[in-house]
């Protein structure tokens, strides 16, 4: 879990709420009028932009803000040294009964271990990525779609209370009420846009690329383990991945 959403999530809450309650009776920011402009019209623009079978994933994209097994790249290079061991001690051919939890790296140790040239393994696994991110891309539109919407529709809200208030000027009950929805909708959609699609959207951009980047460590290791090159020379290869600062706690601790 990303306790990070979680908490962000809990503040930014908190913050809307608690000036809402300090300033005033919460009751008046609450307008159904306002609710069902916003919401609908959100919801319905999004049906248009996508297809039936993209909208039945958005649950699931949005959980992925919130449910994911971060990628560790430490861990990633150790269980590449730990292969490179079992292919130099034994060879590459072993690499196939060694059981890996890691999709992704069991393909790679397949494609080597079935003795296949470098270049069609990198061009297999960037098949892999490309198809990832295209997938992940689709997710990060969705809520981008969102984000650019909800105050859309918060605009179109304000303008049909000015136009209620402006016509019924004379009628000083309809005033409230028409200033309302004026003010509220444009209220709704910057909270959603704000507070859920456009923080969605940036978590699943940055989770996509932290697995990428997973990802393209898992090739750099396969091709110097197709390669023969030793074990600790592709471990000292595959930091470069890793920020400067975790290269040197890794030489320390080593």
């Not at 920011?29 to 019209?41: A, E, K, M, R, Y």
């Not at 994933?57 to 990628?71: E, L, N, R, T």
């Not at 061009?123 to 992940?136: F, G, N, T, W, Y």
């Not at 209620?164 to 009420?177: C, E, R, T, V």
Request: charged residues 20%; contains cysteine.
């Amino acid at each position: 879990m990303d306790i990070a959403t979680i908490i962000g999530l809990v503040l930014a809450l908190s913050a809307v709420l608690g000036a809402i309650i300090a300033g005033g009776d919460i009751l008046a920011f609450i307008d159904i009028p306002s609710v069902l402009v916003v919401c609908l019209g959100l919801i319905g623009a999004t049906f248009i932009k996508w297809p039936i079978e993209v909208l039945q994933k958005i649950s699931g994209y949005a959980m992925k803000a919130v449910f994911f097994a971060p990628a560790d790249p430490k861990e990633t290079i150790e269980s590449i040294g730990q292969l490179a061991e079992t292919a130099r001690r034994e060879s590459v051919f072993a690499l196939e009964k060694v059981p890996i939890e890691d999709p992704f790296l069991k393909k790679a140790m397949t494609l080597a271990a079935d003795n296949r040239p470098p270049e069609v393994i990198s061009a297999i696994l960037q098949l892999e990525i490309d198809a990832m991110e295209e997938r992940h891309k689709v997710g990060v539109d969705v809520f981008d779609g969102m984000a650019v919407d909800s105050p859309a529709f918060g605009m179109i809200g304000t303008l049909i209370g000015l136009v209620i208030m402006l016509g019924n000027l004379s009628d000083q009950a309809a005033i409230g009420p028409a200033m309302a929805i004026a003010l509220l909708t444009t209220f709704y959609g910057a909270c959603i846009a704000n507070i859920f699609a456009n923080p969605i959207k940036n978590k699943i951009a940055f989770r996509s690329k932290l697995e990428v980047a997973k990802m393209n460590i898992i090739i750099a290791g396969t091709l110097g383990i197709v390669a023969g090159e030793n074990p600790r020379l592709i471990k000292e290869k595959l930091s470069a991945f890793l920020p400067p600062a975790e290269r040197e706690k890794e030489e320390v601790e080593e």
